[in-house]
């Protein structure tokens, strides 16, 4: 779900700061909070960069969002306020519910440093649930602040691979023949290198941008049928971060043309998906309409 989910339009409501102690005066985190439109910011987004929110969209209306509600609940007093149980009620909070993207209640969604980590929809059994609320804190086990009072922990940074960084100073310096040599010679040695794979990609492309004109996206708006153009703005408008057009650009072009044409147009659509998350939802909207142009 990383990713998938803009959780910006909750930012920025007027709320009060997140309080330092928790519903019993105990003090630390309060285990198990309310979440309003107006206090999303403060208890879910703020909270996550201290210990994984677990946020839990349901409604009183459905007996199963109350059951799973009271699992949560009781969980999370055992935790101790290792993580939040953060209740919304979407019948009054629908904008918390349209930014998660939910479909059905109950969905229960874990925030962390701020974004979406993992969900889940439907009751779950209790087994079920604690292994799935393990593997979240798993995952962020020393990326997050802590509980108040609590010792920060430091992890050791990683040593940097020296290749790589060789690359990344050509490609601040500008030179892009220089690091595209770089990230393939990575490859060469190490050909399940994954980042170096992906960074290989995001330079080649913006090496080719380099070259084309500012006004191809006009020229080739004029001249439909010209297959070159309409490649060459398709990578314009991507770098103007606008994948939606430049998709479908090349997608209405796949849809006019055959043999080697529509090859090449096909061909530049599938290097523009590899610079995306596969999960992203724009890239999985684009496949479905690819595959329609094609079959």
Do not use: C
Request: proline letters at 8%; glycine letters at 6%.
């Amino acid at each position: 779900m990383a990713g998938a989910v803009d959780l910006s339009a909750l930012k920025d409501r007027p709320a009060p700061p997140p309080t330092a102690e928790s519903s019993d005066g105990t003090g630390g985190l309060p285990p198990i909070v309310d979440v309003t439109a107006a206090t999303f910011e403060a208890e879910v987004l703020q909270r996550s960069s201290q210990v994984p929110v677990i946020v839990d969209l349901g409604s009183a209306r459905s007996p199963q969002s109350v059951a799973l509600t009271r699992q949560l609940g009781q969980l999370a007093l055992e935790a101790g306020g290792t993580w939040i149980h953060a209740r919304v009620d979407v019948d009054s909070n629908p904008q918390i519910a349209q930014a998660f993207g939910v479909q059905a209640i109950p969905t229960v969604v874990a925030v962390a440093g701020g974004q979406p980590l993992a969900d889940f929809q439907g009751p779950q059994p209790d087994e079920q649930l604690r292994k799935w609320i393990e593997a979240i804190e798993q995952a962020t086990a020393g990326k997050l602040s802590g509980p108040p009072g609590a010792e920060p922990v430091e992890d050791e940074p990683e040593p940097e691979d020296p290749r790589l960084v060789a690359a990344e100073e050509a490609l601040d310096d500008g030179d892009f023949d220089k690091a595209i040599a770089a990230y393939q010679a990575i490859i060469d040695a190490e050909p399940s290198n994954t980042d170096a794979q992906a960074a290989l990609r995001q330079v080649k492309f913006l090496a080719r941008v380099q070259d084309v004109d500012a006004d191809s996206v006009e020229k080739a708006d004029a001249a439909p049928n010209d297959v070159s153009l309409q490649i060459e703005a398709a990578d314009v408008e991507l770098s103007q971060q606008n994948p939606e057009a430049a998709f479908s650009r090349l997608i209405d072009g796949i849809k006019r043309t055959a043999g080697d044409d529509r090859t090449a147009l096909r061909t530049r659509l599938l290097e523009l998906f590899e610079l995306f998350d596969k999960a992203d939802p724009v890239v999985v909207a684009a496949r479905r309409k690819l595959a329609s142009a094609l079959y």
